[in-house]
Antibody, heavy 121, light 111 residues
Framework: QVQLQESGPGLVKPSQTLSLTCTVS??????????WSWIRQHPGKGLEWIGY???????YCNPSLKSRLTISVDTSKNQFSLKLSSVTAADTAVYYC?????????????WGQGTLVTVSS | QSALTQPRSVSGSPGQSVTISCTGT?????????VSWYQQHPGKAPKVMIY???KRPSGVPDRFSGSKSGTTASLTISGLQAEDEADYYC???????????FGGGTKLTVL
């Protein structure tokens, strides 16, 4: 059973960089075949896809966030990470990591529990 | 504004059927058979209920079904049960630039 767990600061100051890590257990990122994804949900709002990364390091990002976004993978630790720079209050959200079944399906079959990140001074 | 359009709310009585629509464009729902549906209870992570338009993951009751016609996908829940009350989101692949788009979500109320 694949499990994902987000970790990182719950409070970030405006203009700083939001950094989160997702640790995967029960399966290896290196096995391939899946995209490892970040999705966020603003308070009381819908889901927004942030981006995903393949084990090789190829990353694809939401065009609206691309200029501020870095997604990376560390296969040795079975983790992938998100860095979002120059944050504002509009980046306050619950951030989820998830596994995307990848080409041929593009659906998210395993999710982390989510972590609330608040942007405030 | 979300890329895919869903009704904000739907409701039904136990045992009845409800259908939630998800309208996209010729760049996403209309061209790719990669529509998925997610159920989200308050404070919980979303759970996939349907993928590839109409496929059900193991463990999802067959009361849940999906379909697509043109640029509109639909999720039908038959034999409504109290535990089906939740928010439902549709999602579609949208090509190599946009990649993934979600609907704004539909709140299902079981009366």
């Amino acid at each position: 059973q694949v499990q994902l767990q987000e970790s990182g600061p719950g409070l970030v100051k405006p203009s700083q960089t939001l950094s989160l890590t997702c640790t995967v257990s029960g399966g290896s990122i290196s096995s391939g075949g899946y995209y490892w994804s970040w999705i966020r949900q603003h308070p009381g709002k819908g889901l927004e896809w942030i981006g995903y990364i393949y084990y090789s390091g190829s990353a694809y990002c939401n065009p609206s966030l691309k200029s501020r976004l870095t997604i990376s993978v560390d296969t040795s630790k079975n983790q992938f990470s998100l860095k979002l720079s120059s944050v504002t209050a509009a980046d306050t959200a619950v951030y989820y990591c998830a596994r995307d079944r990848g080409p041929g399906s593009y659906s998210f079959d395993y999710w982390g529990q989510g972590t609330l990140v608040t942007v405030s001074s | 504004q979300s890329a895919l359009t869903q009704p904000r709310s739907v409701s039904g009585s136990p045992g009845q059927s409800v259908t939630i629509s998800c309208t996209g464009t010729s760049s996403d729902v209309g061209v790719y058979n990669y529509v998925s549906w997610y159920q989200q209870h308050p404070g919980k992570a979303p759970k996939v209920m349907i993928y590839d338009v109409s496929k059900r993951p193991s463990g999802v009751p067959d009361r849940f079904s999906g379909s697509k016609s043109g640029t509109t996908a639909s999720l039908t829940i038959s034999g409504l049960q109290a535990e089906d009350e939740a928010d439902y989101y549709c999602c579609s692949y949208a090509g190599s630039y946009t990649h993934v788009v979600f609907g704004g979500g539909t709140k299902l109320t079981v009366l």
